[in-house]
């Protein structure tokens, strides 16, 4: 069935540290990709997404390119800030069901 | 400003009650979900619903009971034979019927059983 798997955290960065959070994917046809961003004791907040093949999405300094020929859609970001503390969901959908992987909880520190 | 209200945000329950979470969206969405989060874990989904007067169970749906008897709304009743309740719940909703789209989210509930 569909499934995504993504990196296990938690992470830990120093501040303007390059980020990467891997992601990838199994989908029978042509999913939808997503990051989302969850902050303690808040619900998901979309982060970014592409729908198509080789579609980069770009929010807040965060990227994650759609790459059909490594099904991954990994996360990433240039130079981190400590409000950039949270927990990472990446995310499929096809025909309206969502997949979620398991989160990677970042921390960033000063 | 358009969105998805849950409440309550806290709520406590004893051992043996049933208790029902809201869910209202004015986005004017189809589709509507449920989801479980337990610390550390990924989101894990109860019920969902693609149109009025219809749902589906979800992965954990044992213990959960929904309705979908306006477009808006969507509550959750976590009843007694929910074995260990204790949990955060996520209501979303998206565009659905097909269409390309998102997951909006709400503020999420958090249920404690005491």
């Known amino acids: 069935g569909d499934s995504v798997t993504q990196m296990e955290g938690p992470v830990t960065l120093s501040e303007e540290a390059f980020l990467t959070i891997n992601c990838t994917y199994t989908?029978?046809?042509?999913?939808?990709l997503f990051w989302y961003v969850q902050y303690p004791g808040e619900g998901l907040q979309l982060l970014l997404k592409?729908?198509?093949?080789?579609d980069k999405g770009s929010n807040k300094g965060f990227e994650a390119t759609y790459r059909k020929e490594t099904t991954s859609f990994h996360l990433e970001k240039g130079s981190v800030q400590v409000s950039d503390s949270a927990v990472y969901f990446c995310?499929?959908?096809?025909?309206?069901?969502?997949?979620f992987g398991t989160g990677t909880s970042l921390t960033v520190i000063p | 400003d358009g969105g998805i209200t849950q409440s309550p945000k806290y709520l406590f329950r004893k051992e043996g009650q049933n208790v029902t979470l809201s869910c209202e969206q004015n986005?004017?969405?189809?589709?509507m979900y449920w989801y479980r989060q337990d610390p550390g874990q990924g989101l894990r989904l109860i019920y969902y619903?693609?149109?009025?007067?219809?749902?589906q169970k979800g992965d954990i749906a044992e213990g959960y009971s929904v309705s979908r008897e306006k477009k808006e709304s969507f509550p959750l009743t976590v009843t007694s034979a929910q074995k260990n309740p204790t949990a955060f719940y996520l209501c979303?909703?998206?565009?659905?019927?097909?269409?390309?789209?998102?997951?909006?989210f709400g503020e999420g509930s958090r249920l404690t059983v005491l």
């Open positions: 986005l004017n969405h189809d589709a």
């Open positions: 989908a029978t046809g042509y999913p939808s």
């Open positions: 619903s693609q149109i009025v007067n219809d749902f």
């Open positions: 995310a499929l959908e096809t025909g309206n069901q969502f997949y």
């Open positions: 979303a909703s998206s565009i659905g019927r097909g269409r390309d789209g998102e997951l909006f």
């Open positions: 592409a729908t198509k093949a080789d």
